[in-house]
């Protein structure tokens, strides 16, 4: 399909929407005063038309001339614009369906009788249901709301959390040993680099002795990493910081105009890594070691099952680790633990991945946790363990897609390395 030909079939679907959450409005409104209308009206049509003109500027070859800052302002409109919507339109379909009904109905009662005209014509027309318009309306304000303090809110509220791993195998040395994780930064998607500082500040005031970065530094473009190199370059640990690359880093879902541009973007990713002074791990790995002991610390690229990348070679990173008394692999996708690593490696004792953001929605209150991501991946957010393997998940620095987050929030990850 011609891309033009799609763009317009997609802003013509969001006008058809705005059109008809319109109606709803208007049914509600209808008593209120000429001004308080005429101002209701202006604000609800004025936001629409900002977001259709991001939209269409956006996607019609203008994003080079936008700022991060207006990319970011006109997507968040879009989504908190429409999204919402979508609920508000379900009820006044089931009310639309249900006038239908009844008409449909009427007519089949009344076919056999002679029609009289009605005194009153306005008894001939099935009018809406104000419990359902007044539901879509509210159906639609909820969200929009929750998204609203979930980008000014949830977006960077970074969260520290604290996790315990008994490991037998673990040399008298490194007992004790902490690890910060931090994974999917998505530079692309940041709007405030205050706040980016202030979450980097958080994770080093903890000391880690280690830390690692389980991928996706960009949304697509090396570019994106630049106003924040001085931000993470200050990442530092006494033993290291360790890095990989996430599905993201490689730009397969940016158009490139040739093989050869996808693949210096690859590069920047990497020179990046090592700008920061990050030790990026491409199917390799390092030996750490104090005094006589030694754990080893993998790194893959990505391998996701399914339909994501699979460039990660565990056997290659793995070979030469072998007498390590304690392995560390750094995957950035966690289905890489089921189909991969698990049965390939069973002396394989934590890995570290990230990927799934916990879908940037959901809730956690004490031991319960819940997200659409749960769906789609069997471990999505924190501590797994099947037999003497971990798995652990974090659920992102940053984000993509929906700039902010409702209910799971950023995550600094700080694990304790214990022996039994």
Same mark, same amino acid.
């Given at each position: 399909?011609?891309?033009?030909?799609?763009?317009?079939?997609?802003?013509?679907?969001?006008?058809?929407?705005?059109?008809?959450?319109? @109606?709803?409005?208007? /049914?509600? =409104?209808?008593?209120?005063?000429?001004?308080?209308?005429?101002?209701?009206?202006?604000?609800?049509?004025?936001? =629409?038309?900002?977001?259709?003109?991001?939209?269409?500027?956006?996607?019609?070859?203008?994003?080079?001339?936008?700022?991060?800052?207006?990319? =970011?302002?006109?997507?968040? &409109? &879009?989504?908190?614009?429409?999204?919402?919507?979508?609920?508000?339109? %379900?009820?006044?379909?089931?009310?639309?369906?249900?006038?239908?009904?009844?008409?449909?109905?009427?007519?089949?009662?009344?076919?056999?009788?002679?029609?009289?005209?009605?005194?009153?014509?306005?008894?001939?027309?099935?009018?809406?249901?104000?419990?359902?318009?007044? =539901?879509?309306?509210?159906?639609?304000?909820?969200?929009?709301?929750?998204?609203?303090?979930?980008?000014?809110?949830?977006?960077?509220?970074?969260?520290?959390?604290?996790?315990?791993?008994?490991?037998?195998?673990?040399?008298?040395? /490194?007992?004790?040993?902490?690890?910060?994780?931090?994974?999917?930064?998505?530079?692309?998607?940041?709007?405030?680099?205050?706040?980016?500082?202030?979450?980097?500040?958080?994770?080093?005031?903890?000391?880690?002795?280690?830390?690692?970065?389980?991928?996706?530094?960009?949304?697509?473009?090396?570019?994106? %990493?630049?106003?924040?190199?001085?931000? /993470?370059?200050?990442?530092?640990?006494?033993?290291?910081?360790?890095?990989?690359?996430?599905?993201?880093?490689?730009?397969?879902?940016?158009?490139?105009?040739?093989?050869?541009? #996808?693949?210096?973007?690859?590069?920047? %990713?990497?020179?990046?890594?090592?700008?920061?002074?990050?030790? &990026?791990?491409?199917?390799?790995?390092?030996?750490?070691?104090?005094?006589?002991?030694?754990?080893?610390?993998?790194?893959?690229?990505?391998?996701?099952?399914?339909?994501?990348? #699979?460039?990660?070679?565990?056997?290659?990173?793995? @070979?030469?680790?072998?007498?390590?008394?304690? #392995?560390?692999?750094?995957?950035?996708?966690?289905?890489?633990?089921?189909?991969?690593?698990?049965?390939?490696?069973?002396?394989?004792?934590?890995?570290?991945?990230?990927?799934?953001?916990?879908?940037?929605?959901?809730?956690?209150?004490?031991? /319960?946790?819940?997200?659409?991501?749960?769906?789609?991946?069997?471990?999505?957010?924190?501590?797994?363990? #099947?037999?003497?393997?971990?798995?652990?998940?974090?659920?992102?620095?940053?984000?993509? %897609?929906?700039?902010?987050?409702?209910?799971? $929030?950023?995550?600094?990850?700080?694990?304790? $390395?214990?022996?039994?």
């Amino acid at each position: 399909m011609n891309r033009l030909v799609f763009i317009s079939m997609v802003a013509l679907i969001f006008i058809f929407i705005d059109l008809y959450i319109f @109606q709803a409005l208007k /049914f509600i =409104t209808h008593n209120f005063s000429g001004l308080g209308k005429r101002t209701l009206y202006l604000v609800y049509w004025g936001v =629409t038309l900002l977001s259709l003109s991001g939209f269409l500027i956006y996607n019609l070859g203008g994003q080079e001339s936008l700022s991060r800052g207006m990319r =970011t302002f006109f997507f968040s &409109l &879009l989504f908190i614009n429409y999204f919402p919507k979508l609920f508000g339109v %379900v009820f006044l379909l089931v009310d639309d369906l249900a006038r239908a009904g009844r008409w449909v109905w009427g007519q089949l009662g009344n076919a056999s009788l002679t029609p009289v005209a009605s005194s009153n014509p306005s008894e001939d027309v099935i009018s809406r249901s104000e419990f359902l318009v007044k =539901t879509s309306l509210i159906a639609t304000a909820v969200p929009a709301l929750t998204m609203g303090y979930g980008i000014l809110s949830g977006a960077h509220d970074y969260r520290i959390r604290r996790v315990t791993v008994t490991l037998p195998n673990l040399p008298a040395s /490194f007992d004790g040993i902490r690890i910060a994780q931090i994974s999917d930064i998505h530079t692309g998607s940041f709007y405030n680099r205050t706040a980016v500082q202030g979450g980097v500040d958080m994770l080093l005031a903890e000391k880690p002795d280690m830390i690692f970065f389980t991928g996706d530094l960009v949304n697509n473009m090396a570019k994106e %990493v630049n106003n924040y190199i001085n931000v /993470f370059e200050k990442v530092k640990a006494p033993l290291g910081v360790f890095s990989t690359l996430g599905n993201h880093d490689y730009g397969d879902y940016y158009q490139w105009p040739s093989m050869e541009a #996808k693949r210096k973007n690859l590069q920047n %990713v990497i020179q990046a890594h090592q700008v920061m002074g990050w030790d &990026l791990l491409i199917n390799e790995h390092r030996m750490i070691r104090q005094g006589s002991d030694q754990l080893a610390v993998l790194g893959v690229e990505n391998w996701g099952a399914g339909r994501f990348a #699979k460039y990660g070679k565990l056997n290659q990173a793995y @070979q030469g680790s072998e007498e390590a008394a304690v #392995k560390l692999l750094l995957s950035h996708d966690p289905s890489h633990w089921d189909a991969q690593v698990r049965p390939m490696h069973p002396d394989i004792d934590v890995m570290f991945a990230g990927h799934t953001h916990g879908f940037q929605f959901g809730i956690e209150v004490g031991n /319960f946790k819940w997200s659409p991501s749960q769906y789609i991946y069997k471990q999505w957010a924190g501590l797994y363990q #099947k037999d003497a393997q971990y798995l652990y998940v974090n659920r992102g620095y940053g984000y993509l %897609v929906f700039p902010g987050r409702i209910g799971i $929030l950023p995550e600094i990850t700080l694990m304790e $390395l214990k022996r039994a």
